[in-house]
């Protein structure tokens, strides 16, 4: 049996910059918007880019987020209920518990949080929940390209969700990783990262359409579990272009994780030279939605997606470290066929995909 071609059919997204894809590109055109502030304790406080305000508890607040992003990636067409849906998150329903005092533990199912976004879309076929830090939502892609193009499934829905909490916050600023005013990828005055609430949709499906997934990989490097490990960048990028049948030389666009780290800035700007000379234009997208974790690979590349269709392009707005002999691009390149999407997380995790504009 032949391998089957993975398209993107549908995507949408809620982030800081809005309730909606349309919305969003919008607001990322007028300069983006800055995060605000989240106080973790008394006299200690970091900024993160909130979704906007909306009514009702946190499930509430989840459930209709939720129903939102998955309707934009079902614009125009019934909803199929019926196919596989993966759930990727790295807090989960954190944030559910610290608003339910009756439910203040952190020894739930892993599915639970999964069974919430199935619930509030009435999901009735097999719900999946991918946690795998900050390459969850990638990685959850790659496994649902794996089901289509193998024939166990004609269509796939991928939900990546990050709603704010104290916790999460708490836990990146205790390990001395947030920057106290904003997030600078590449940037010569980069102090580490802002975190960002988002949640996100993709429709994959196996019917031909603009965008087709040519590949991707995993690779898992403990050595350095909390940062950027260049051999394993290498691999990642070498082992999608591979499954892609691409060779560096054909990538024109290159999505970096970079989210504003001084160490595992430099790493990855290294280690992506040693892949590529020279270098492609570079994208990052952090310093206008922040890095929302395990929703981050959908967030993302929903967000990507609409700035190159769309013509809006991020802005840096501060000055590149010279020392890093890098630059990032200050419009989608002309011609653009063939860009490579990169994320890197906690545990060691290093997740890459390669996506195929077919215009």
Same mark, same amino acid.
């Given at each position: 049996?032949?391998?089957?071609?993975?398209?993107?059919?549908?995507?949408?997204?809620?982030?800081?910059?809005?309730?909606?894809?349309p919305?969003?590109?919008?607001?990322?055109?007028?300069?983006?918007?800055?995060?605000?502030?989240?106080?973790?304790?008394?006299g200690?406080?970091?900024?993160?880019?909130?979704?906007?305000?909306?009514?009702?508890d946190?499930?509430?607040?989840?459930?209709?987020?939720?129903?939102?992003?998955?309707?934009q990636?079902?614009?125009?067409?019934?909803?199929?209920?019926?196919?596989?849906?993966?759930?990727?998150?790295?807090?989960?329903?954190?944030?559910?518990?610290?608003?339910?005092?009756?439910?203040l533990?952190?020894?739930?199912?892993?599915?639970?949080?999964?069974?919430?976004?199935?619930?509030?879309?009435?999901?009735?076929?097999?719900v999946?929940?991918?946690?795998?830090?900050?390459?969850?939502?990638?990685?959850?892609?790659l496994?649902?390209?794996?089901?289509?193009?193998?024939?166990?499934?004609?269509?796939?829905?991928?939900?990546?969700?990050?709603l704010?909490?104290r916790?999460?916050?708490?836990?990146?600023?205790?390990?001395? @990783?947030? %920057?106290?005013d +904003?997030?600078?990828?590449?940037?010569? $005055?980069?102090?580490? *990262? /802002? #975190?960002?609430? &988002?949640?996100?949709?993709?429709?994959?499906?196996?019917?031909?359409?603009?965008?087709?997934?040519?590949?991707?990989?995993?690779v898992?490097?403990?050595?350095?579990?909390?940062?950027?490990e260049?051999?394993?960048?290498?691999?990642?990028?070498h082992?999608?272009?591979?499954?892609?049948?691409l060779?560096?030389?054909?990538?024109g666009?290159?999505?970096?994780?970079?989210?504003g780290?001084?160490?595992?800035?430099?790493?990855?700007?290294?280690?992506?030279?040693?892949?590529?000379?020279?270098?492609?234009?570079?994208?990052? @997208?952090? %310093?206008?939605? +922040?890095?929302?974790?395990?929703?981050? $690979?959908?967030?993302? *590349? /929903? #967000?990507?997606? &609409?700035?190159?269709?769309?013509?809006?392009?991020?802005s840096?707005?501060?000055?590149?470290?010279?020392?890093?002999?890098?630059?990032?691009?200050?419009?989608?390149?002309?011609?653009?066929?063939?860009?490579?999407f990169?994320?890197?997380?906690?545990?060691?995790?290093?997740?890459?995909?390669?996506?195929?504009?077919g215009?």
């Amino acid at each position: 049996m032949s391998v089957r071609s993975v398209y993107l059919a549908g995507m949408g997204l809620a982030c800081t910059l809005g309730n909606d894809l349309p919305t969003a590109v919008e607001a990322l055109a007028r300069g983006g918007v800055r995060p605000v502030p989240v106080a973790v304790s008394e006299g200690v406080q970091w900024p993160v880019h909130m979704l906007p305000p909306q009514e009702g508890d946190w499930r509430q607040r989840l459930a209709r987020v939720v129903r939102g992003v998955a309707a934009q990636a079902y614009e125009g067409t019934a909803a199929a209920r019926s196919g596989p849906l993966f759930v990727a998150s790295s807090s989960l329903d954190i944030g559910g518990m610290e608003h339910t005092v009756q439910d203040l533990r952190l020894g739930g199912d892993l599915q639970d949080f999964a069974g919430l976004a199935a619930a509030a879309l009435d999901w009735q076929g097999p719900v999946f929940t991918i946690s795998t830090a900050c390459t969850s939502a990638l990685n959850a892609v790659l496994a649902a390209c794996d089901l289509i193009r193998s024939g166990q499934a004609d269509e796939a829905l991928v939900i990546g969700a990050e709603l704010g909490n104290r916790f999460t916050v708490a836990g990146f600023g205790a390990m001395q @990783l947030l %920057s106290p005013d +904003g997030a600078r990828p590449f940037g010569a $005055g980069r102090n580490g *990262l /802002v #975190l960002g609430e &988002a949640v996100a949709a993709l429709r994959l499906g196996s019917r031909a359409a603009r965008w087709r997934i040519a590949g991707g990989a995993n690779v898992v490097d403990g050595r350095n579990p909390s940062g950027t490990e260049a051999s394993a960048v290498l691999a990642m990028c070498h082992q999608a272009l591979a499954q892609s049948g691409l060779g560096p030389q054909d990538i024109g666009l290159v999505k970096v994780q970079a989210a504003g780290s001084p160490v595992n800035d430099a790493i990855e700007a290294l280690a992506l030279k040693q892949v590529f000379d020279p270098l492609p234009p570079l994208v990052s @997208l952090k %310093s206008a939605i +922040g890095h929302t974790l395990g929703a981050s $690979g959908a967030a993302e *590349l /929903v #967000l990507l997606v &609409a700035c190159i269709e769309s013509g809006v392009w991020p802005s840096a707005g501060y000055a590149i470290d010279d020392e890093l002999g890098i630059a990032l691009s200050t419009q989608a390149p002309a011609g653009l066929r063939n860009i490579l999407f990169n994320v890197v997380g906690f545990g060691g995790g290093h997740a890459s995909l390669v996506l195929e504009d077919g215009r």
